[in-house]
């Protein structure tokens, strides 16, 4: 007989108000939804504070359907609004992108957004610690969320087995370009999995080097890594006609944060030889360093406009995507990157950063370019931007793409979180 499977959703609980996921939330969302289809004696827990607490699963479905719905959205949702008054011409869909009071303030925003969330689900979640939920039973982490917490660990010894999933080093490698103090966390989270029966997985064979090498820095062995990519969301793999657009567009998804390396793509198009008649649009939410990345981009030369589209469900990102031009992702590190596959799994075009994860994944389905080189960029974007050759070319490269399937990708996790 299966031991039960036992997912944390602690992540998932405070951020399933946002208006658009990230990477992570995907796949946490993801293993959510394929465990309430595929295994029915699946749990849900709470952990924060250390201590595991079970939502009674009426709360589990509501809270996995009621992000699923708001990240998803529907053709007609207010996003595909937007994204279809611009698609039309209308000069005000989106605003220009500069740095609002709000990212100045993204703490302060994500206060208010768990506030929210306790009072949608957080009081859902029983008061009493229910450590007995996990006797026996295979335990999921795929977010990283209270794995520095020895309490958790505790706790976590009535299971039978445990499986964490990490998704890069980052925090380690360059705390430069992660949330201060995530350094420290992450050291502290090795720590707890060197010394335990982890099942580890992460997402591409560049990460598991890296987290090798880095937890191997710090005087740490872990327990032998496997690969299971993240699935790409179904909605991005239907290759659909794509959109008109009333004016051309280079489509850059993901968050506003240094890590990005937005700021060789203002460059690039300051370079740019030929014609400039484009919008490139920043399509993703805001890091704690926005405002200072966005203030940092400097003005664009005329004939560009730099935009900025947030909040944008899943129906309204594909749809743009489609659209555009090409999606642009000039990454300075990535363990995955969710829009290079997404993109490529819709058949638009990509140029990406020639870096460890893309290469593995993506190479010769994108053009994949030096991060640093605004001169190769800029010629790139010339020639996509006239719809010439290398445009061209990078278009059937995309139409050959594709993705694996999420639910084998999912299975194929949970198969080996039992395994002895």
């Not at 998704?167 to 992660?178: E, F, K, S, V």
């Not at 990157?337 to 994860?357: F, K, T």
């Not at 445009?391 to 694996?404: D, L």
Request: charged letters at 25%.
């Amino acid at each position: 007989m299966n031991q039960p499977l036992v997912l944390d959703v602690s992540r998932l609980l405070w951020r399933a108000v946002r208006a658009a996921p990230g990477g992570i939330d995907r796949l946490e969302l993801a293993m959510a939804q394929h465990l309430l289809r595929e295994e029915p004696s699946a749990r849900f827990v709470f952990t924060d504070g250390g201590v595991v607490r079970v939502l009674k699963p009426a709360m589990a479905r509501r809270l996995v359907e009621g992000a699923s719905a708001r990240w998803s959205g529907h053709p007609r949702d207010a996003a595909c609004g937007r994204v279809t008054a611009y698609l039309a011409g209308a000069e005000d869909a989106f605003p220009p992108a500069r740095a609002r009071l709000a990212d100045r303030q993204v703490p302060l925003v994500d206060l208010g957004r768990n506030l929210l969330a306790g009072l949608l689900y957080r009081r859902g979640v029983p008061r009493t610690a229910e450590p007995e939920a996990l006797q026996g039973a295979t335990y999921l982490n795929l977010s990283h969320r209270n794995l520095d917490d020895a309490k958790l660990f505790a706790a976590l010894s009535r299971a039978g087995h445990l499986l964490c999933y990490l998704h890069d080093d980052i925090p380690l490698r360059r705390p430069n370009l992660a949330a201060p103090g995530s350094d420290q966390r992450f050291r502290r989270m090795l720590r707890h999995l060197g010394e335990r029966p982890v099942r580890i997985v992460t997402n591409s064979a560049a990460s598991r080097r890296r987290i090798v090498e880095s937890a191997a820095a710090h005087g740490l062995r872990l327990a032998r890594v496997e690969v299971i990519a993240p699935p790409v969301a179904e909605l991005f793999t239907h290759r659909t006609p794509p959109s008109v657009a009333g004016r051309r567009f280079f489509l850059v998804p993901g968050l506003v944060t240094a890590r990005k390396n937005l700021a060789l793509l203002a460059e690039a198009c300051r370079a740019m030889a030929g014609r400039r008649d484009f919008d490139l649009i920043l399509a993703g939410a805001p890091g704690l360093d926005a405002a200072e990345v966005l203030a940092g981009l400097g003005a664009m030369p005329p004939g560009i406009r730099l935009l900025r589209a947030e909040g944008l469900s899943d129906h309204a990102m594909a749809r743009l995507v489609r659209a555009a031009i090409a999606v642009l992702a000039p990454s300075l590190e990535e363990g995955f990157d969710y829009p290079v596959h997404e993109a490529l799994a819709s058949g638009v075009p990509v140029i990406a950063s020639d870096i460890p994860a893309h290469r593995e994944y993506v190479a010769g389905y994108a053009e994949l370019l030096d991060a640093r080189d605004v001169a190769g960029w800029a010629a790139a974007l010339a020639d996509f931007a006239a719809g010439g050759p290398r445009h061209a070319a990078a278009r059937a490269a995309a139409g050959r793409f594709a993705a694996p399937s999420p639910a084998r990708l999912l299975r194929g996790m949970t198969e080996l979180a039992r395994a002895t």
